[in-house]
């Protein structure tokens, strides 16, 4: 039986008979926060498909980013401030539009490592675009528009500032909890994202996430 096959039965045999979630983990759930920021400013719209262990997977709407040139360096960090500064030049109106844009969130790094703890990865770092300015984003010189179909993602959340080395191990820890569940199948990509929602200037309250994409057939998930 394909990949895919096993993926679908275990989806089936796993979600029909559990059209609410058991309170134990419900009690999980209260791990998970909705980002203060996101009542503050615009971000993307998702729906909860299933809770896991230590993870959330969510299916995020049809979404509009604007993205730097893949940033190559060994530090998340120090890339994600590089692409960060770039997009805020964008969004103040360093565009061909010269247009202001409103500061939206989470900012995004998507990572795709390296084969080594002392080579370069490759990242790119992205803003999404306000709905009002979807229908007509403003070009920019060095960046470039991403739209995402819906998109479905294993996310894991984690506190505090972003390091370097922090990000490695919670980017394990979902990999780790993913291949022991039903999801393990439509996760076959060595990429991720790191989701970050707060200002440099927040020091309570921060919230980080990290985004693993899965590909997963949208039909069987609705069929639910």
């Known amino acids: 039986m ?6 679908k039965l275990s989806l089936l045999l796993s979600l029909l008979p559990n059209s609410i979630i ?3 983990q419900k009690s999980r759930r209260e791990v998970y926060v909705f980002p203060p920021t996101c009542r503050r400013i615009e971000c993307p719209t998702y729906s909860l498909i299933q ?3 230590d993870y959330e997977i969510r299916r995020y ?5 604007i993205s ?9 960090v120090d890339a994600t401030r590089n692409g960060f500064l770039q997009l805020f030049d964008y969004i103040q109106g360093k565009n061909e539009y010269e247009e202001h844009i409103e500061m939206t969130g989470p900012v995004i790094t998507r990572v795709s490592p390296s084969d080594g703890p002392f080579c370069e990865s490759s990242f790119v770092v992205s803003f999404y675009v306000p709905k009002i300015n979807q229908g007509n984003p403003p070009p920019a010189e060095g960046l470039h528009v991403q739209k995402w179909g819906p998109k479905y ?4 959340q984690f506190s505090g500032f972003v390091s370097d080395d922090e990000v490695g191990k919670e980017a394990a820890a979902l990999g780790a909890s993913l291949a ?18 707060n200002s440099p200037f927040e020091f309570k309250d921060r919230v980080n996430e990290i985004w693993m994409a899965l590909d997963v057939d949208e039909e069987v998930v609705i069929a639910l």
């Open 2 to 7: 394909s990949a895919f096959h096993l993926f």
């Open 22 to 24: 058991p309170n134990s």
């Open 180 to 197: 022991g569940s039903i999801w393990s199948a439509a996760n076959d990509n060595t990429a991720y994202t790191v989701a970050q929602y």
């Open 153 to 156: 993602v294993a996310v894991r």
């Open 51 to 53: 809770l896991g262990e």
């Open 61 to 65: 709407n049809s979404t509009l980013w």
């Open 68 to 76: 730097t040139s893949p940033i190559q360096d060994i530090s998340l």
